[in-house]
């Protein structure tokens, strides 16, 4: 039997589809913007933190009742039948994040996001615990140690403490914070109540603590269509490439122009405090965020050097390429345009808002019935909802047919403040007045202490029409 040769097979080696995450240590800034993000992620967080501690006249001054189905805002008052409003208010916040895109790129990514606002929060106690971007990559590189698990454990007890308190506080804005503390402290939480605040804890946990520029990179829908929204006249973060190149090191002072280099030094220094690791030298690139981290450091690093600034800026593509720039452009004058009419129609309707509703149910059991005294008579349940917070004391009228009679509780019309009261009453006509077998009737409801709740809701009376 003839022996089998041996054959020497050549693997072909095998490539990665997905790149491995590298851990990106943002370097510390100081500068304008650097000033100005913070100032932000201050405000927003305070606004966040904090808001759902402001009391208004005894109660919360803000406060989402989904159980009640009443949304408090100050001394507004707003109900499920309100819900065109809150359309409305998101038609005018996507408007209004065209607009500013169009005008100034990503702007709200890298100061108002929340992703970026919680991801400061975090890297400022990573900052604080670990040190600076040299000693925490110092640190993540060194094996296990005492030291190392004693800076590991307090960053995360304290990361786990602020997403705690964060999902609390997002509680809070639906159910009253004073109640829901008290029922935190005795263990009397209810289970929708403890699975938000743990969802919205650890889901604040894993977005600012681990995955930070992953959410942006990957998980963002922003990132991908911005670029639709982007022309020549948007302002955008941008290396000025012609007075950068050909970068190069040299010593302070040296004429870089003689010596045949442009303004750019290659530090660095603006990959290193990049939230997302991008060289923003590569130019415009989608995982840019807009923070202008790098336009901070690298005007620093032009100060220092005695170049002019601005070597990274926020600038356009007209304005690099010489060209005029535009800032009334026909797409931001529609932007414009659509948000200014919008937001004075939704402000202009809240303004003129009645806090008082009625809906008119006629009983279907019987189209209509008539009385011992010869009377067409049809029955009606008037679900009387007082929208303001004030109680209020109310009369009722109805017109439409000559000589109708009303008959009704005995018992005034009280409606307590945010409460619906079902009020029966019965409507007599004539069926001589009668000329169809169905008209329209109108009920008038108008408080007695005030001459500004008031109105007016049709109906329709049954009845036989006798030739």
């Given at each position: 039997m003839a022996e089998k040769k041996s054959q020497n097979v050549e693997l072909t080696p095998v490539e990665e589809v997905y790149a491995k995450r590298k851990k990106i240590f943002p370097r510390q800034v100081t500068g304008l913007f650097?000033?100005?993000?913070?100032?932000?992620?201050?405000?927003?967080?305070?606004?966040?933190?904090?808001g759902p501690l402001i009391q208004w006249d005894n109660r919360q001054a803000i406060l989402f009742d989904l159980p009640a189905r009443k949304f408090y805002i100050f001394d507004w008052i707003f109900w499920p039948q309100d819900f065109i409003y809150l359309a409305a208010l998101l038609i005018i916040a996507a408007i209004a994040l065209f607009l500013v895109t169009a005008l100034a790129?990503?702007?709200?990514?890298?100061?108002?996001?929340?992703?970026?606002?919680?991801?400061?929060?975090?890297?400022?106690?990573?900052?604080?615990?670990?040190g600076s971007r040299a000693k925490q990559i110092k640190l993540e590189k060194a094996g296990w140690s005492w030291d190392k698990f004693r800076l590991k454990f307090t960053k995360h007890f304290l990361w786990l403490a602020l997403s705690f308190i964060t999902g609390f506080v997002f509680v809070g804005w639906f159910t009253p914070i004073n109640e829901l503390m008290d029922r935190t402290i005795s263990f009397e939480l209810g289970p929708w109540e403890a699975f938000w605040i743990f969802f919205y804890g650890f889901a604040t946990y894993g977005n600012a603590g681990w995955m930070r520029e992953q959410v942006c990179l990957y998980m963002c829908p922003y990132a991908r269509f911005q670029a639709a929204m982007f022309d020549k006249n948007t302002l955008v973060i941008s290396y000025d490439e012609k007075r950068g190149e050909p970068r190069g090191s040299r010593k302070k002072g040296s004429d870089y122009v003689n010596d045949g280099k442009g303004a750019c030094v290659d530090c660095s220094l603006c990959v290193q405090v990049c939230p997302t690791g991008i060289d923003i030298r590569d130019g415009l690139q989608y995982q840019c965020i807009g923070c202008a981290a790098c336009v901070d450091v690298c005007n620093e690093v032009m100060d220092k050097m005695g170049y002019e600034p601005d070597l990274v800026s926020y600038t356009t593509e007209n304005a690099l390429s010489g060209k005029k720039e535009s800032l009334f452009r026909p797409r931001v004058i529609i932007y414009v345009i659509l948000l200014s009419v919008i937001s004075v129609a939704l402000f202009t309707s809240i303004a003129q808002r009645i806090p008082l509703g009625v809906d008119v149910i006629r009983d279907r059991n019987s189209l209509y019935r008539e009385t011992d005294e010869g009377m067409i008579e049809n029955v009606y349940t008037l679900k009387i909802m007082n929208m303001d917070l004030k109680d209020h004391r109310y009369s009722l009228a109805v017109g439409g047919v000559e000589g109708l009679t009303v008959k009704k509780p005995k018992k005034g019309i009280l409606v307590d403040a945010g409460t619906v009261l079902n009020y029966p009453i019965r409507v007599q006509v004539d069926p001589d007045k009668l000329k169809k077998s169905s008209t329209e009737l109108i009920f008038y409801l108008n408080a007695i202490d005030s001459d500004k709740l008031s109105i007016e809701v049709d109906g329709r009376f049954l009845g036989p029409v006798y030739k």
């Open positions: 650097a000033t100005l993000r913070f100032s932000g992620v201050l405000i927003l967080l305070g606004i966040y933190y904090f790129g990503r702007v709200w990514c890298g100061y108002a996001c929340p992703q970026t606002v919680w991801t400061e929060a975090f890297l400022w106690i990573e900052r604080k615990v670990e």
